[in-house]
């Protein structure tokens, strides 16, 4: 009796561990999927986030940007770090987190800019 137990438990057991690599297999198959479909600009962006701590959405929140366009991320820039300054009664904190928020969002400018030239040089087939 303890023989068939045992070899029940031994078979569940392998199946179990068999569905579990199966499933693991399967996940890192869709997150090398997933980070192909990010592709090479999606890497730089990530790397932009961790050196700045900030992720674009932060950022574009700090200084009240829904677009990217250089104008108004530098308006915005001006306006809120001189609100900010401390001669005037302003917190240096916020005004450290608008300029990490201008650094994130030139960046982010300078990885777009990347992009359309190398799509401007690719040679059409």
């Known amino acids: 009796m303890a ?3 045992a070899q029940i438990i031994v078979m569940g057991v392998q199946v179990v561990g068999r569905a579990f690599a ?3 297999r399967q996940e890192f198959a869709a997150s090398r999927a997933a980070a192909d479909a990010r592709g ?5 962006s990530a790397a932009a986030s961790n050196l700045s701590g900030l992720s674009l959405q932060e950022a574009q929140q700090i200084l009240n940007v829904s ?6 991320v530098q308006k915005n ?3 809120l770090f001189k609100v900010n300054d401390k001669s005037v009664g302003g917190s240096f904190y916020l005004q450290s987190k608008v300029v990490r928020a201008k650094e994130r969002l030139d960046e982010e400018l ?16």
Do not use: F, N, V, W
């Open 3 to 5: 023989k068939y137990l």
């Open 22 to 24: 199966r499933a693991l």
């Open 40 to 44: 090479r600009a999606g890497h730089q």
């Open 67 to 72: 677009k990217l366009s250089p104008e108004e």
């Open 77 to 79: 820039y001006e306006h």
């Open 110 to 125: 300078r990885i777009q800019a990347q992009e359309e030239r190398e799509k401007g040089q690719m040679p059409k087939t």
